[in-house]
Protein backbone atom coordinates (compact mmCIF):
# COMPACT_ATOMS: atom_id res chain seq x y z
CA UNK A 1 0.00 0.00 0.00
CA UNK A 2 1.59 3.48 -1.28
CA UNK A 3 0.68 6.18 0.73
CA UNK A 4 1.59 9.76 0.01
CA UNK A 5 1.93 12.70 2.67
CA UNK A 6 -0.74 15.39 2.32
CA UNK A 7 1.03 17.39 -0.32
CA UNK A 8 -0.65 20.29 -2.32
CA UNK A 9 -0.47 18.60 -6.05
CA UNK A 10 1.34 21.62 -6.73
CA UNK A 11 4.25 20.75 -4.29
CA UNK A 12 7.65 19.11 -6.09
CA UNK A 13 7.57 16.17 -3.68
CA UNK A 14 11.41 14.93 -3.86
CA UNK A 15 11.97 18.40 -2.22
CA UNK A 16 10.71 16.84 0.60
CA UNK A 17 11.30 17.15 3.80
CA UNK A 18 11.69 20.83 2.93
CA UNK A 19 15.12 22.75 4.35
CA UNK A 20 12.88 25.26 6.91
CA UNK A 21 13.48 24.38 10.99
CA UNK A 22 11.19 22.63 12.54
CA UNK A 23 8.03 24.77 13.45
CA UNK A 24 8.72 27.25 10.96
CA UNK A 25 6.11 29.75 9.71
CA UNK A 26 6.73 29.83 6.11
CA UNK A 27 5.98 25.72 5.26
CA UNK A 28 3.01 27.14 6.53
CA UNK A 29 2.35 30.05 4.23
CA UNK A 30 3.24 28.06 1.32
CA UNK A 31 1.36 24.94 2.33
CA UNK A 32 -1.90 27.53 1.84
CA UNK A 33 -0.41 29.43 -1.16
CA UNK A 34 -0.19 25.90 -2.63
CA UNK A 35 -3.38 24.92 -2.21
CA UNK A 36 -4.71 28.08 -3.56
CA UNK A 37 -2.74 27.24 -6.81
CA UNK A 38 -4.02 23.96 -6.93
CA UNK A 39 -7.77 25.50 -6.39
CA UNK A 40 -7.72 27.66 -8.96
CA UNK A 41 -5.42 25.81 -11.64
CA UNK A 42 -2.62 28.01 -11.79
CA UNK A 43 0.29 25.56 -11.94
CA UNK A 44 1.14 26.62 -15.26
CA UNK A 45 -0.10 30.45 -14.96
CA UNK A 46 1.76 31.01 -11.53
CA UNK A 47 5.30 32.57 -11.10
CA UNK A 48 7.11 33.06 -7.91
CA UNK A 49 10.16 34.69 -7.28
CA UNK A 50 11.74 34.12 -3.88
CA UNK A 51 13.81 36.77 -1.83
CA UNK A 52 17.64 36.20 0.25
CA UNK A 53 16.81 35.09 3.55
CA UNK A 54 14.86 32.09 4.62
CA UNK A 55 12.33 32.83 2.01
CA UNK A 56 14.83 31.36 -0.38
CA UNK A 57 15.23 28.05 0.94
CA UNK A 58 11.62 28.09 -0.88
CA UNK A 59 12.81 27.89 -4.37
CA UNK A 60 12.54 24.29 -5.68
CA UNK A 61 9.42 23.78 -3.00
CA UNK A 62 7.07 23.76 -5.88
CA UNK A 63 6.18 22.38 -9.44
CA UNK A 64 5.64 26.25 -10.45
CA UNK A 65 8.13 28.54 -12.19
CA UNK A 66 9.86 29.39 -8.82
CA UNK A 67 13.25 31.33 -9.02
CA UNK A 68 15.57 33.31 -6.42
CA UNK A 69 16.33 37.29 -7.10
CA UNK A 70 18.61 39.72 -5.45
CA UNK A 71 18.06 40.78 -2.04
CA UNK A 72 15.12 43.17 -1.92
CA UNK A 73 14.72 43.16 -5.38
CA UNK A 74 11.87 40.98 -5.75
CA UNK A 75 9.08 43.51 -6.06
CA UNK A 76 10.57 44.75 -9.31
CA UNK A 77 11.76 41.69 -10.82
CA UNK A 78 8.34 40.19 -10.46
CA UNK A 79 6.84 43.83 -11.75
CA UNK A 80 9.32 43.25 -14.54
CA UNK A 81 8.02 39.79 -15.71
CA UNK A 82 4.06 40.79 -15.19
CA UNK A 83 5.42 43.48 -17.93
CA UNK A 84 6.90 40.53 -20.43
CA UNK A 85 3.94 38.03 -19.34
CA UNK A 86 0.76 40.23 -18.90
CA UNK A 87 -1.19 36.73 -18.22
CA UNK A 88 0.75 35.41 -15.30
CA UNK A 89 -0.24 35.11 -11.70
CA UNK A 90 2.92 37.17 -10.63
CA UNK A 91 4.26 36.93 -7.32
CA UNK A 92 6.65 38.11 -5.00
CA UNK A 93 7.57 36.13 -1.84
CA UNK A 94 9.42 38.12 0.62
CA UNK A 95 11.11 37.77 4.20
CA UNK A 96 10.36 41.33 6.79
CA UNK A 97 14.28 42.28 6.23
CA UNK A 98 14.18 41.99 2.06
CA UNK A 99 10.41 43.65 2.27
CA UNK A 100 10.50 46.28 4.54
CA UNK A 101 14.38 47.06 4.76
CA UNK A 102 16.61 46.33 1.96
CA UNK A 103 13.75 46.55 -0.76
CA UNK A 104 11.45 48.82 1.24
CA UNK A 105 11.94 51.62 -1.87
CA UNK A 106 10.76 49.43 -4.40
CA UNK A 107 7.71 48.04 -2.41
CA UNK A 108 6.47 51.43 -1.85
CA UNK A 109 6.83 52.60 -5.50
CA UNK A 110 5.15 49.16 -6.67
CA UNK A 111 2.01 50.14 -4.30
CA UNK A 112 2.30 53.65 -5.46
CA UNK A 113 2.14 52.68 -9.06
CA UNK A 114 -0.34 49.83 -8.74
CA UNK A 115 1.42 46.89 -10.19
CA UNK A 116 -0.59 44.28 -11.01
CA UNK A 117 1.31 41.82 -8.58
CA UNK A 118 0.84 39.96 -5.47
CA UNK A 119 3.30 40.34 -2.52
CA UNK A 120 3.75 38.46 0.47
CA UNK A 121 5.61 39.64 3.24
CA UNK A 122 6.11 36.27 6.22
CA UNK A 123 6.92 38.58 9.31
CA UNK A 124 9.08 36.84 11.80
CA UNK A 125 10.15 40.33 13.55
CA UNK A 126 13.86 39.57 12.71
CA UNK A 127 16.58 38.57 10.04
CA UNK A 128 16.66 34.99 10.75
CA UNK A 129 18.93 33.37 7.85
CA UNK A 130 21.96 35.58 9.34
CA UNK A 131 20.91 34.30 12.80
CA UNK A 132 18.45 36.48 13.98
CA UNK A 133 19.04 40.13 14.15
CA UNK A 134 16.75 43.13 14.62
CA UNK A 135 14.58 43.72 12.05
CA UNK A 136 12.25 46.83 11.21
CA UNK A 137 9.52 44.83 12.91
CA UNK A 138 11.46 43.81 15.96
CA UNK A 139 8.82 44.74 19.08
CA UNK A 140 9.94 47.63 21.24
CA UNK A 141 11.88 45.30 24.21
CA UNK A 142 12.43 42.67 22.06
CA UNK A 143 15.79 40.81 22.59
CA UNK A 144 17.70 39.68 19.28
CA UNK A 145 20.91 39.02 18.34
CA UNK A 146 21.55 42.33 17.86
CA UNK A 147 19.42 44.07 20.28
CA UNK A 148 20.83 41.77 23.43
CA UNK A 149 18.91 43.64 26.11
CA UNK A 150 15.85 44.34 24.29
CA UNK A 151 14.76 47.05 21.24
CA UNK A 152 15.43 50.60 22.80
CA UNK A 153 11.74 51.98 23.91
CA UNK A 154 11.91 55.79 22.35
CA UNK A 155 10.51 54.35 19.46
CA UNK A 156 6.26 54.33 19.53
CA UNK A 157 6.13 51.18 17.30
CA UNK A 158 7.92 48.76 15.60
CA UNK A 159 7.25 49.23 11.12
CA UNK A 160 3.92 48.68 10.24
CA UNK A 161 4.08 47.35 6.58
CA UNK A 162 0.47 47.40 5.90
CA UNK A 163 -0.87 50.41 7.29
CA UNK A 164 1.92 52.61 5.23
CA UNK A 165 1.14 50.80 2.04
CA UNK A 166 -2.59 51.53 2.31
CA UNK A 167 -1.37 56.20 3.20
CA UNK A 168 0.82 55.16 0.44
CA UNK A 169 -0.89 52.72 -2.63
CA UNK A 170 -3.50 52.99 -4.76
CA UNK A 171 -6.91 53.00 -3.96
CA UNK A 172 -7.56 49.72 -5.99
CA UNK A 173 -4.69 47.87 -3.78
CA UNK A 174 -5.85 45.34 -1.78
CA UNK A 175 -3.57 45.45 1.70
CA UNK A 176 -4.12 42.96 4.08
CA UNK A 177 -2.23 41.14 7.19
CA UNK A 178 -2.91 37.72 8.98
CA UNK A 179 -1.50 35.29 10.66
CA UNK A 180 0.26 31.47 10.35
CA UNK A 181 -2.23 30.40 13.23
CA UNK A 182 -5.28 31.50 11.33
CA UNK A 183 -5.37 29.37 8.46
CA UNK A 184 -8.64 30.11 7.61
CA UNK A 185 -8.06 33.91 7.28
CA UNK A 186 -4.55 33.51 6.12
CA UNK A 187 -6.32 31.64 2.86
CA UNK A 188 -9.69 33.90 2.31
CA UNK A 189 -7.09 37.34 2.20
CA UNK A 190 -4.58 35.31 0.04
CA UNK A 191 -7.19 34.18 -2.46
CA UNK A 192 -8.94 37.90 -1.93
CA UNK A 193 -4.98 38.87 -3.00
CA UNK A 194 -4.17 36.87 -6.14
CA UNK A 195 -8.18 38.20 -7.29
CA UNK A 196 -7.29 41.28 -6.96
CA UNK A 197 -4.08 40.66 -9.34
CA UNK A 198 -5.97 38.56 -11.86
CA UNK A 199 -9.18 39.87 -12.05
CA UNK A 200 -8.77 43.63 -10.91
CA UNK A 201 -5.20 43.92 -12.34
CA UNK A 202 -4.35 45.82 -9.10
CA UNK A 203 -1.64 45.38 -7.10
CA UNK A 204 -1.80 43.21 -4.01
CA UNK A 205 -0.03 42.85 -0.44
CA UNK A 206 -0.55 40.50 2.50
CA UNK A 207 1.82 40.61 5.55
CA UNK A 208 2.01 36.95 7.23
CA UNK A 209 2.95 37.30 11.26
CA UNK A 210 5.16 34.15 11.25
CA UNK A 211 6.86 32.16 13.86
CA UNK A 212 10.64 31.21 14.18
CA UNK A 213 10.99 28.88 17.49
CA UNK A 214 15.16 29.00 16.03
CA UNK A 215 15.95 32.27 16.36
CA UNK A 216 13.41 33.11 19.44
CA UNK A 217 14.39 30.06 21.29
CA UNK A 218 10.92 29.30 21.98
CA UNK A 219 8.96 25.88 21.77
CA UNK A 220 5.53 25.46 20.17
CA UNK A 221 3.61 26.71 22.81
CA UNK A 222 6.08 29.69 23.45
CA UNK A 223 5.63 30.47 19.42
CA UNK A 224 2.59 30.46 19.76
CA UNK A 225 2.13 32.19 23.05
CA UNK A 226 4.30 35.60 21.23
CA UNK A 227 2.66 35.12 18.01
CA UNK A 228 -0.53 36.32 20.09
CA UNK A 229 1.29 39.00 21.77
CA UNK A 230 2.69 39.88 18.15
CA UNK A 231 -0.68 40.09 16.81
CA UNK A 232 -1.85 42.85 19.77
CA UNK A 233 0.61 45.05 18.13
CA UNK A 234 0.50 44.16 14.06
CA UNK A 235 -3.49 44.14 13.88
CA UNK A 236 -4.49 41.43 11.53
CA UNK A 237 -7.07 42.47 8.78
CA UNK A 238 -7.98 44.12 5.62
CA UNK A 239 -7.43 47.74 5.55
CA UNK B 1 62.30 27.13 2.83
CA UNK B 2 65.20 28.86 4.56
CA UNK B 3 68.59 26.55 4.18
CA UNK B 4 69.27 26.05 7.62
CA UNK B 5 65.56 24.56 8.12
CA UNK B 6 66.33 22.18 5.07
CA UNK B 7 69.39 20.99 7.02
CA UNK B 8 67.86 20.53 10.06
CA UNK B 9 64.69 18.61 8.42
CA UNK B 10 67.27 16.36 6.32
CA UNK B 11 68.89 15.49 9.58
CA UNK B 12 66.43 15.16 11.63
CA UNK B 13 64.62 11.50 12.06
CA UNK B 14 61.43 13.23 13.73
CA UNK B 15 58.31 11.81 12.44
CA UNK B 16 56.46 14.95 10.90
CA UNK B 17 52.68 15.33 12.04
CA UNK B 18 50.15 15.92 9.51
CA UNK B 19 46.23 15.14 9.64
CA UNK B 20 43.79 16.52 7.48
CA UNK B 21 40.50 15.74 9.37
CA UNK B 22 37.01 16.58 8.19
CA UNK B 23 34.27 16.80 10.35
CA UNK B 24 30.65 16.08 7.95
CA UNK B 25 27.67 17.01 10.04
CA UNK B 26 24.88 18.95 9.42
CA UNK B 27 23.38 22.06 10.79
CA UNK B 28 22.61 21.93 14.78
CA UNK B 29 24.85 18.74 15.37
CA UNK B 30 27.86 21.05 16.82
CA UNK B 31 30.11 20.16 13.62
CA UNK B 32 31.89 23.31 13.71
CA UNK B 33 32.81 23.64 17.54
CA UNK B 34 34.29 20.62 16.75
CA UNK B 35 36.68 21.90 14.52
CA UNK B 36 37.49 25.03 16.55
CA UNK B 37 37.93 23.19 19.36
CA UNK B 38 40.05 20.67 18.14
CA UNK B 39 42.76 23.35 16.35
CA UNK B 40 42.92 25.20 19.17
CA UNK B 41 44.11 22.12 21.55
CA UNK B 42 46.31 21.42 19.21
CA UNK B 43 48.06 24.23 18.54
CA UNK B 44 48.41 24.68 22.38
CA UNK B 45 51.38 22.12 21.92
CA UNK B 46 54.06 22.53 19.66
CA UNK B 47 52.30 21.96 16.88
CA UNK B 48 50.33 24.38 14.64
CA UNK B 49 46.69 23.86 13.59
CA UNK B 50 43.59 25.66 11.62
CA UNK B 51 40.12 25.15 10.98
CA UNK B 52 38.26 26.45 8.00
CA UNK B 53 34.38 25.67 8.34
CA UNK B 54 32.14 25.45 5.00
CA UNK B 55 28.45 24.97 5.28
CA UNK B 56 25.09 26.25 3.59
CA UNK B 57 22.54 28.27 4.39
CA UNK B 58 19.83 26.50 6.26
CA UNK B 59 19.67 26.84 10.26
CA UNK B 60 18.96 23.37 11.02
CA UNK B 61 19.81 20.40 8.24
CA UNK B 62 21.61 20.94 5.31
CA UNK B 63 25.25 20.28 5.50
CA UNK B 64 28.19 21.44 7.97
CA UNK B 65 31.91 20.71 7.12
CA UNK B 66 34.61 21.30 9.53
CA UNK B 67 37.81 20.92 7.66
CA UNK B 68 40.74 20.87 10.33
CA UNK B 69 44.68 20.34 9.40
CA UNK B 70 47.21 19.59 12.35
CA UNK B 71 50.86 20.03 11.23
CA UNK B 72 54.50 20.26 12.64
CA UNK B 73 55.19 22.39 9.43
CA UNK B 74 54.02 25.38 8.32
CA UNK B 75 50.55 25.01 7.44
CA UNK B 76 49.66 26.41 3.54
CA UNK B 77 45.97 26.34 3.22
CA UNK B 78 43.20 25.55 5.67
CA UNK B 79 41.88 23.29 3.47
CA UNK B 80 42.75 19.50 1.01
CA UNK B 81 42.25 17.60 -1.35
CA UNK B 82 42.20 14.20 0.52
CA UNK B 83 40.94 13.39 4.39
CA UNK B 84 43.49 11.18 6.74
CA UNK B 85 40.41 10.92 9.02
CA UNK B 86 36.92 11.89 8.40
CA UNK B 87 34.10 12.01 10.83
CA UNK B 88 30.96 10.85 9.41
CA UNK B 89 27.72 12.56 12.05
CA UNK B 90 24.76 12.51 9.05
CA UNK B 91 23.69 10.70 6.20
CA UNK B 92 22.90 13.92 4.54
CA UNK B 93 26.53 14.80 4.00
CA UNK B 94 27.40 11.64 2.39
CA UNK B 95 27.45 13.43 -1.17
CA UNK B 96 29.64 15.66 -0.42
CA UNK B 97 32.51 13.44 0.98
CA UNK B 98 33.18 11.43 -2.02
CA UNK B 99 36.13 13.71 -3.59
CA UNK B 100 38.13 13.77 -0.25
CA UNK B 101 38.24 10.22 0.77
CA UNK B 102 41.62 8.63 -0.56
CA UNK B 103 43.38 5.16 -0.39
CA UNK B 104 44.43 5.55 3.14
CA UNK B 105 41.47 7.59 4.43
CA UNK B 106 40.42 6.47 7.89
CA UNK B 107 35.71 6.89 8.35
CA UNK B 108 34.68 7.17 11.97
CA UNK B 109 31.28 6.36 11.14
CA UNK B 110 28.72 8.12 13.93
CA UNK B 111 25.18 7.73 12.12
CA UNK B 112 22.12 6.79 14.22
CA UNK B 113 24.43 6.88 18.11
CA UNK B 114 22.60 8.52 20.36
CA UNK B 115 25.67 10.22 22.48
CA UNK B 116 23.98 13.38 24.48
CA UNK B 117 26.05 15.98 23.98
CA UNK B 118 26.73 14.30 21.28
CA UNK B 119 29.31 16.81 19.55
CA UNK B 120 31.48 16.43 23.11
CA UNK B 121 31.65 12.63 23.01
CA UNK B 122 32.46 12.55 19.49
CA UNK B 123 35.23 14.83 20.23
CA UNK B 124 36.05 12.48 22.72
CA UNK B 125 36.43 9.83 20.15
CA UNK B 126 37.97 11.65 17.33
CA UNK B 127 41.06 13.09 20.44
CA UNK B 128 41.15 9.36 21.37
CA UNK B 129 41.82 8.16 17.51
CA UNK B 130 44.31 10.90 17.17
CA UNK B 131 46.24 10.23 19.87
CA UNK B 132 46.04 6.50 18.44
CA UNK B 133 47.62 7.76 15.63
CA UNK B 134 50.25 8.70 17.30
CA UNK B 135 49.96 12.49 17.24
CA UNK B 136 50.81 14.92 20.22
CA UNK B 137 47.36 15.90 21.08
CA UNK B 138 46.88 16.19 24.78
CA UNK B 139 43.71 15.83 26.70
CA UNK B 140 44.25 18.49 28.70
CA UNK B 141 44.83 20.80 25.77
CA UNK B 142 41.38 19.51 24.61
CA UNK B 143 39.35 20.17 28.20
CA UNK B 144 41.30 23.67 28.02
CA UNK B 145 39.57 24.22 24.80
CA UNK B 146 36.26 23.30 25.65
CA UNK B 147 36.25 25.33 28.47
CA UNK B 148 37.87 28.42 26.38
CA UNK B 149 34.52 27.83 24.00
CA UNK B 150 31.89 27.94 26.31
CA UNK B 151 32.87 31.26 28.12
CA UNK B 152 30.28 32.28 30.33
CA UNK B 153 28.09 29.88 29.09
CA UNK B 154 26.44 26.89 31.37
CA UNK B 155 27.04 23.05 31.06
CA UNK B 156 30.89 23.02 31.26
CA UNK B 157 30.53 19.98 33.36
CA UNK B 158 27.96 17.87 30.99
CA UNK B 159 30.42 18.90 28.59
CA UNK B 160 33.56 17.67 30.05
CA UNK B 161 31.79 14.49 30.81
CA UNK B 162 30.61 13.65 27.56
CA UNK B 163 34.22 14.38 26.47
CA UNK B 164 35.34 12.03 28.87
CA UNK B 165 32.58 9.38 28.02
CA UNK B 166 33.89 9.82 24.33
CA UNK B 167 37.52 8.78 25.35
CA UNK B 168 36.86 6.11 26.35
CA UNK B 169 34.58 4.63 23.84
CA UNK B 170 35.65 1.51 22.15
CA UNK B 171 37.16 3.28 18.69
CA UNK B 172 34.99 2.76 16.36
CA UNK B 173 36.25 0.30 13.97
CA UNK B 174 37.58 2.74 11.44
CA UNK B 175 35.87 2.18 7.82
CA UNK B 176 37.85 2.71 4.46
CA UNK B 177 33.99 3.00 2.14
CA UNK B 178 31.42 5.68 2.81
CA UNK B 179 28.19 3.92 3.66
CA UNK B 180 25.57 3.95 0.90
CA UNK B 181 23.14 6.77 0.63
CA UNK B 182 20.60 6.77 -1.56
CA UNK B 183 17.54 9.16 -1.37
CA UNK B 184 13.76 7.49 -1.25
CA UNK B 185 12.39 6.17 -4.71
CA UNK B 186 9.58 8.04 -6.18
CA UNK B 187 6.45 7.60 -4.14
CA UNK B 188 7.78 5.38 -0.99
CA UNK B 189 7.45 6.94 1.66
CA UNK B 190 7.79 5.13 5.19
CA UNK B 191 4.57 5.01 7.37
CA UNK B 192 3.34 4.78 10.71
CA UNK B 193 -0.18 3.81 10.86
CA UNK B 194 -2.81 3.89 14.13
CA UNK B 195 -6.49 2.32 13.48
CA UNK B 196 -8.96 2.80 15.73
CA UNK B 197 -12.61 3.47 16.15
CA UNK B 198 -13.26 7.10 17.98
CA UNK B 199 -15.70 7.93 20.38
CA UNK B 200 -18.64 8.76 17.83
CA UNK B 201 -17.88 5.63 16.41
CA UNK B 202 -16.14 7.35 13.80
CA UNK B 203 -13.44 4.97 11.77
CA UNK B 204 -10.13 6.40 12.02
CA UNK B 205 -6.80 6.04 10.23
CA UNK B 206 -4.06 7.89 11.63
CA UNK B 207 -1.18 8.02 9.33
CA UNK B 208 2.20 9.64 10.53
CA UNK B 209 5.62 9.96 8.16
CA UNK B 210 8.61 9.49 9.97
CA UNK B 211 10.75 11.04 6.67
CA UNK B 212 8.88 14.40 7.09
CA UNK B 213 8.57 15.11 10.46
CA UNK B 214 10.74 16.91 12.52
CA UNK B 215 9.31 17.27 16.09
CA UNK B 216 8.12 21.08 15.99
CA UNK B 217 4.93 19.69 18.12
CA UNK B 218 2.52 22.59 16.67
CA UNK B 219 0.07 19.47 16.27
CA UNK B 220 0.19 18.72 20.04
CA UNK B 221 -0.67 22.64 21.06
CA UNK B 222 -2.94 22.67 18.15
CA UNK B 223 -5.07 19.98 18.84
CA UNK B 224 -8.45 21.07 20.19
CA UNK B 225 -8.87 17.48 22.38
CA UNK B 226 -5.43 17.60 23.85
CA UNK B 227 -5.16 13.77 21.63
CA UNK B 228 -1.24 13.89 20.94
CA UNK B 229 1.42 13.52 22.98
CA UNK B 230 4.90 12.96 22.13
CA UNK B 231 5.66 9.40 21.52
CA UNK B 232 8.86 7.07 21.57
CA UNK B 233 7.95 4.65 18.83
CA UNK B 234 10.30 5.82 16.20
CA UNK B 235 12.48 9.12 14.96
CA UNK B 236 11.61 11.78 12.59
CA UNK B 237 13.86 13.85 9.94
CA UNK B 238 16.21 14.95 12.56
CA UNK B 239 16.39 12.10 15.11
CA UNK B 240 13.88 13.69 16.80
CA UNK B 241 10.66 12.09 19.16
CA UNK B 242 7.47 12.28 17.01
CA UNK B 243 3.97 13.05 18.45
CA UNK B 244 1.14 10.44 18.88
CA UNK B 245 -2.18 10.22 18.83
CA UNK B 246 -4.24 9.07 22.17
CA UNK B 247 -7.56 6.94 20.03
CA UNK B 248 -9.67 7.46 22.91
CA UNK B 249 -9.61 11.57 22.52
CA UNK B 250 -9.39 11.79 18.90
CA UNK B 251 -12.10 12.62 17.10
CA UNK B 252 -11.00 12.91 13.42
CA UNK B 253 -11.27 16.68 13.38
CA UNK B 254 -7.69 16.79 11.14
CA UNK B 255 -6.46 19.82 12.85
CA UNK B 256 -3.38 18.25 13.28
CA UNK B 257 -3.19 17.68 9.37
CA UNK B 258 -4.07 21.29 8.68
CA UNK B 259 -1.58 22.58 11.21
CA UNK B 260 1.61 20.35 10.26
CA UNK B 261 4.14 22.15 8.41
CA UNK B 262 5.78 19.68 7.27
CA UNK B 263 2.55 17.26 6.12
CA UNK B 264 3.92 14.50 8.38
CA UNK B 265 0.59 13.61 9.73
CA UNK B 266 -2.58 12.25 7.57
CA UNK B 267 -5.89 11.81 9.28
CA UNK B 268 -8.29 9.81 6.86
CA UNK B 269 -12.13 9.33 8.32
CA UNK B 270 -14.79 6.76 7.65
Redesign the interface.
Known amino acids: M??????PKS?L??T?????????????VL?TLGKLIDAGKFQKKAVIGFDIG?S??AWDFFQVKSFQTHHGRTVPTMVGYKLAKPESLSIAYQGDGGGYAIGLQSLIHSAFRNDPITVIVVNNSLY??TGGQMAPTTLCGQITDSTPEGRSCPIERPFMGPEMLRCVGDKKAYIARTSV?N?IEMEKYLRRAIENQLDNNSFSFLEVLSIC??NWRT???E??ARLEEMKSVFRCGEL | MKFIDFLLKTKSNIKTANLNILIAGEGGQGAQTIGEILARAAAMGELRSSYMPHFGVEQRGGVSLAFVRINSEKIDYPKFKTADIIVLMTKRAIPRLGQYVGEKTKIINLIGKDYRPFNMVVMGILTNAIQKLGLNLSSESVETAIDQNLGKKKGLGENLAGFKKGLSEEVIAFGKNLPGFSSRPEGKWKILIDKFTSKEKKKITFIRFPELCKGCGLCIECCPNKALIWGNDGKGVYGNLMPKVNPEKCNGCKLCEETCPDCAIKVEVK
Do not use: E, I, Q, V
Request: charged residues 15%.
Open positions: MTNPPFYPKKPHLFCPGCGHPLKCLLAMDHPLNAKSL
